[in-house]
């Protein structure tokens, strides 16, 4: 059953919300469920395919369901990133209580990953539920996140029965994952509020710490896994000649069916072109959803390197955890 989100409160009484349901938010769609249910949240990683020791991000209608979750006071640190970035794609890593289910703990099992989306709707839903819910993405386990809900429906299928809609994501890619750690500034996860913008609020440099090394425990467990990879293999393509270079390897594959991720068509022919417009919030906004698209028809996608810089990071970040080749 699919449910637009703004008239959610006329079904409210009729929809079941004690098992696995999905969610629209600002970034990608999420699959919820209630944290005082540890079956609920079990059932998630089931759904999704979803290692069990890669933890979950709980969403909050406010900051009273805020300090039902965390141990002691909210640094200040994190105060003035709460002032600034909450409600949006900002998620926080906090020291969590020691009643919070373990199903859902990072870290020693001594953590909890925590954002308030941007949507009203979807906090007044989630304050109606009363309940802090547990979301990963709602895709399946490797796959690209889902940008609408029609990704959701493609990858869960029956194994949910509730999709609440709302149109495609306002930004397209995941939240920016921070945490002090061991009182380290530590960025886990680019997203679109972006490195840059968080030295600038705390006024100090922070460590960017997007992939675990094989012999270290990682600190964002999704570090590990292979990731929003669809089914045709992607070549990225660095360097100032990347032109040149995707030109000569189009040759190379001239009987695979070719997409081509871009701003412009290039000077050989392709299977499908897919414009995911010009500037860094176009590119992150429809990455996914190229990744999805030309999946469908192409043996292999193509898609050039951007600046490591602003929502750049992100991208890249996406990208390069897809890629088979990196030329
Ligand atoms: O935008 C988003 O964040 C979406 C929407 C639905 O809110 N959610 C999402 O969840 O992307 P997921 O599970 O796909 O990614 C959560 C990431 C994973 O890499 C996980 O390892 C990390 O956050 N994470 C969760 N809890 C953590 C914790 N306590 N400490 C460190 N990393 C944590
Ligand atoms: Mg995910």
């Excluded at 996860?189 to 705390?202: A, C, Q, V, Y």
């Amino acid at each position: 059953m699919i449910v637009k989100l703004n008239e959610i409160d006329e079904y409210y009484d009729e929809l079941d919300f004690s098992r696995p349901f999905v969610i629209p938010t600002e970034t990608v769609y999420g699959l919820a469920a209630k944290i005082d249910s540890d079956e609920a949240l079990r059932k998630i990683f089931e759904i999704k395919g979803r290692p069990t020791d890669n933890p979950l991000i709980v969403h909050i209608s406010g900051v009273e369901m805020l300090e039902t979750l965390i141990e002691g006071p909210v640094c200040e640190e994190y105060k003035v990133l709460i002032t600034k970035y909450w409600p949006g794609p900002l998620t926080l890593i906090f020291k969590c209580k020691e009643n919070l289910s373990a199903v859902i703990r990072g870290r020693n099992q001594s953590t909890v990953a925590i954002r308030r989306p941007r949507s009203e709707a979807l906090r007044n839903l989630i304050a109606r539920i009363g309940v802090p819910l547990a979301a990963p993405s709602a895709n399946t386990s490797g796959r690209p996140s889902p940008s609408c809900v029609e990704h959701a429906v493609n990858d869960l299928g029956e194994k949910v029965s509730l999709y609440i809609d709302d149109g495609p994501c306002e930004e397209g890619l995941e939240s920016t994952v921070f945490g002090i750690i061991d009182g380290i500034p530590t960025l886990l996860r680019p997203g679109s509020i972006t490195k840059e913008m968080i030295e600038e609020s705390l006024q100090r440099e922070i460590v960017l710490k997007t992939h675990a090394s094989d012999d270290e425990a990682p600190i964002c467990p999704g570090h590990k896994y292979k990731h929003y990879a669809p089914n045709a293999s992607i070549y990225l393509f660095t360097g100032m000649e990347w032109k040149e270079k995707m030109k000569t390897t189009a040759e190379e594959l001239k009987d695979k069916k070719i997409g081509l991720i871009g701003h412009q068509r290039q000077n050989f022919a392709v299977e499908k072109f897919y414009d995911i417009g010009e500037t860094l919030k176009d590119k992150c906004k429809n990455i996914f959803s190229a990744f999805r698209d030309l999946d469908l028809c192409c043996d292999v996608i193509f898609v050039h390197e951007t600046a490591l810089e602003m929502e750049g990071r992100a991208f890249m970040d996406r990208v390069r955890k897809a890629a088979t080749y990196v030329i």
